[in-house]
């Protein structure tokens, strides 16, 4: 390849054809990875055990199958599935507003003033984001048991409250898109610090305070082994842990199951109802992530 | 700062001005201070304070590393999750890398954004979700692809998940979930590249080749990094895709095959709590160690 600019001109076109080939099947190849399993699940939820298995596996059932689906899905254990989506997203929206109301104003206090350990707690943050934390589960969970706290939302609520990463990626934003020289202005004109920020910084963080809001809702969604550590009891789990335990339930993956079962179909309609929350917020959040997931890190 | 006027009044000025703005500093950063504290901090401390001590609080220097590494268990679990994890960092340095570099190629704008955005829809099937939809895929009775499961040779799901499947198994389920986002993130550094040094490798002769090898990969690198370190943290926690796999396959994929599976049988099943916090730590040393190596080296965190 190195000495493709020796090339007679006349044989560039052929190359150049060959490797726009290349590259599109290349990028189709991918898309079919990436896209079919999805395709495939909403059209699963559309067909009844039997079709599933032998129709085209990218063929609509009916409507009427799907109501079916959805009707067995409801009944099971009682409306089960809508308790958890329930519960998911309690824990998911006052998890994220407390994320926001904390992580913001410390991103914003570790980039833009000075005070005694303020270095100390960004190597901090830095190394607590660093850590996995789903090693902390147990740990974790012996503390919320010394308080009491187990089997409750707040078991899980406060540690997903918890984000460092959010903390880094609004320290990262104001560092680096808002000059200081702004809030020094809105000082000598006697704003006080408290007015600097609410009135001149959060206004101008508006895509950092949508990028870890967006963050955290998609990592506490979609959270399996914190919740089923602390929340066991089936009225408690969120969509995730429910799912999973749904999968239990469906013969042909567990043939032990007795006579409450469910089938494929219900299952893969399951796991579509448990991450549409997500899907809707994605497609909110798409004009911020696919162009901007680094506007807070670099300059245009 | 440029703002000051009279040097005189000034001074004080700003003294008073950095006392102000340094209890404003704090108070912004308290609460988050708790939390860090209440569930960084403790957690921490918690797991290594069980790690050495036994059910009675009594101090056991290591006895229980090595209780637990020489559980029968150990070796397997630590065998699986290195394997998984040179084949999840490996393709999703290799892929993601290649599949940037083509997308920021392509002529049209506006196929390059579609493909970006359809190859992140995955990423909302995060967690269970994934695992369920490709327990789907590995199905050869209902899969899309069951005759290219066939031409593999695989005809049943106990043959696609036979244990020595497995680490390829959940580095398909990791890449089809992490890879879009990764994509984005990279190909957003891509566009920072500056122009004139696109143009200048442009002027020299370098082809496409050329230019992604000597000028793109290598200002990538600071990213590439974070995203290995992200990954193997993650990676090193394997436990959702395991455990459903393991309800689904009665047995065939056991309920100890990670770490992290180990540690909670350990802690819920076998109620030695102090077992399940050694491998914690371990687990914990590893991935921080790891990361700071990477940290070291690439001057990723620079920043300030």
Same mark, same amino acid.
């Given at each position: 390849m190195s000495r493709s600019h020796h090339q007679p001109p006349h044989r560039r076109p052929v190359r150049r054809l060959a490797s726009r080939l290349l590259t599109g099947s290349v990028l189709a190849g991918f898309l079919a990875f990436f896209v079919l399993p999805v395709l495939w699940l909403v059209l699963a939820a559309t067909k009844t055990d039997q079709q599933l298995v032998h129709d085209n596996p990218l063929s609509f059932g009916s409507f009427h199958a799907l109501k079916t689906n959805w009707d067995a899905l409801t009944a099971f254990q009682d409306n089960a599935v809508m308790q958890w989506l329930g519960n998911s997203a309690l824990?998911?929206?006052?998890?994220?507003?407390?994320?926001?109301?904390?992580?913001?104003?410390? $991103?914003?206090?570790?980039?833009?003033? #000075?005070?005694?350990?303020?270095?100390?707690?960004?190597?901090? /943050?830095?190394?607590?984001?660093?850590?996995?934390? @789903?090693?902390?589960?147990?740990p974790l969970f012996l503390e919320i048991n010394a308080v009491h706290l187990i089997g409750t939302m707040w078991s899980i609520i406060l540690p997903y409250s918890f984000y460092p990463? $959010?903390? !880094?990626?609004?320290?990262?934003?104001? /560092?680096?898109?808002?000059?200081? !020289?702004?809030?020094?202005? @809105?000082?000598?004109? $006697?704003?006080? #610090?408290?007015?600097?920020f609410w009135h001149i910084a959060l206004p101008l963080a508006t895509p950092v305070i949508a990028? +870890? $809001?967006?963050?955290?809702?998609?990592?506490?969604? /979609?959270?399996?082994?914190l919740p089923y550590v602390m929340l066991p009891e089936s009225s408690q789990m969120p969509i995730q842990v429910g799912v999973g335990s749904l999968l239990s339930n469906v013969p042909s993956f567990n043939p032990a199951v007795g006579t409450l079962a469910i089938e494929r179909p219900q299952l893969a309609?399951?796991?579509?109802?448990?991450? /549409?929350?997500?899907?809707? +917020?994605?497609?909110?959040?798409?004009?911020f992530l696919v162009s901007g997931m680094l506007a807070g890190g670099t300059k245009e | 700062m440029t703002l000051s006027h009279s040097p005189a009044g000034s001074a004080t000025r700003r003294r008073r001005g950095a006392s102000r703005q340094s209890r404003a500093g704090m108070a912004f950063v308290a609460a988050y201070v708790v939390l860090l504290i209440a569930f960084g901090v403790l957690p921490t401390a918690y797991a290594i304070y069980f790690a050495f001590t036994d059910a009675g609080g009594r101090v056991t220097g290591f006895a229980n590393f090595v209780t637990t590494a020489q559980d029968f268990r150990f070796m397997d679990a630590v065998g699986h999750v290195a394997t998984y994890l040179a084949f999840w960092l490996l393709s999703l340095v290799v892929?993601?890398?290649?599949?940037?570099?083509?997308?920021?190629? *392509?002529?049209?704008?506006?196929?390059?954004?579609?493909?970006?955005?359809?190859?992140?829809?995955?990423?909302?099937l995060a967690g269970a979700a994934s695992v369920l939809v490709w327990l789907f895929m590995l199905d050869p009775t209902v899969s899309p692809v069951s005759s290219l499961l066939g031409a593999l040779g695989f005809h049943t799901f106990g043959e696609v998940i036979a244990?020595?499947?497995?680490? *390829?198994?959940?580095?398909?389920?990791?890449? =089809?979930?992490?890879?879009?986002?990764?994509?984005?993130?990279?190909?957003?550094?891509?566009?920072?590249?500056?122009?004139? %040094?696109?143009?200048?490798?442009?002027?020299?002769?370098?082809?496409? =080749?050329?230019?992604? =090898?000597?000028?793109?990969?290598?200002? *990538?690198?600071? =990213?590439? %990094?974070?995203? %290995?370190?992200?990954?193997?943290?993650?990676?090193a926690q394997l436990f959702v895709e395991p455990q459903l796999l393991s309800l689904a396959s009665v047995g065939v994929a056991g309920r100890d095959y990670s770490l992290n599976q180990l540690t909670y049988d350990f802690a819920f099943q076998m109620n030695n709590i102090n077992g399940a916090a050694a491998v914690s730590v371990e687990l914990l040393v590893v991935s921080v160690s790891a990361a700071a190596v990477f940290v070291a080296r690439s001057g990723f965190f620079d920043a300030d």
């Open positions: 824990y998911a929206v006052i998890s994220l507003v407390i994320t926001l109301g904390i992580a913001i104003p410390a $991103g914003y206090a570790l980039a833009m003033t #000075e005070f005694r350990g303020r270095h100390t707690l960004l190597v901090a /943050t830095l190394v607590v984001m660093l850590m996995p934390n @789903a090693t902390l589960v147990v990463f $959010g903390v !880094y990626l609004t320290y990262i934003y104001f /560092t680096t898109a808002v000059p200081k !020289y702004l809030l020094a202005a @809105a000082r000598m004109d $006697g704003c006080s #610090e408290f007015c600097v990028l +870890v $809001g967006f963050f955290s809702f998609v990592a506490n969604w /979609t959270n399996y082994f309609l399951a796991t579509l109802v448990a991450v /549409t929350p997500v899907l809707i +917020v994605f497609l909110f959040a798409q004009r | 892929f993601v890398v290649a599949l940037a570099l083509l997308l920021h190629r *392509l002529a049209s704008g506006s196929a390059s954004k579609a493909l970006r955005f359809l190859y992140y829809i995955p990423g909302a244990p020595g499947n497995l680490p *390829l198994l959940f580095t398909i389920i990791a890449f =089809w979930t992490g890879a879009g986002g990764w994509i984005v993130v990279m190909y957003g550094a891509l566009n920072n590249i500056p122009t004139d %040094v696109m143009e200048a490798a442009r002027i020299d002769g370098a082809g496409a =080749w050329q230019t992604a =090898w000597h000028v793109q990969i290598p200002m *990538l690198r600071k =990213w590439i %990094v974070y995203m %290995v370190i992200l990954a193997f943290a993650g990676g």
